[in-house]
């Protein structure tokens, strides 16, 4: 039992590089510099292997908070479907209009 349901293991797994694994990788590295620069070391020299575990747990935390992202997203479509498909009559086809009846007629000013 796990934060993702049954639903978010039928989906397929986001890709390595998502929005959310760059950027907290990125304001963990950036975290791990701020506190070299505050502690007077050498930002990029100094705590390496501090930077690059800052780093990876922020990679870590980001794939699964965007493979949970994925998952809500999917419930929230899968509901909506569910709903529309029940009730057709509060969902009414519209009527298709031609591109000239949209757009108002042209006439250049000379």
Request: aromatic share 12%.
């Amino acid at each position: 039992m796990g934060v993702v349901s049954e639903l978010g293991k039928s989906l397929p797994p986001p890709s390595i590089a998502n929005r959310n694994s760059v950027w907290l990788s990125g304001i963990g590295w950036f975290t791990a510099m701020l506190h070299n620069a505050i502690n007077h070391r050498p930002p990029l020299k100094s705590g390496v292997h501090r930077q690059f575990l800052v780093v990876t747990i922020g990679w870590f935390i980001g794939y699964h908070l965007s493979k949970y992202e994925n998952c809500m997203y999917a419930k929230l479509d899968r509901d909506m479907n569910e709903y529309i498909r029940l009730h057709p009559e509060e969902f009414p086809a519209k009527e298709k209009k031609t591109f000239a009846e949209i757009v108002e007629p042209f006439h250049p000013v000379r």
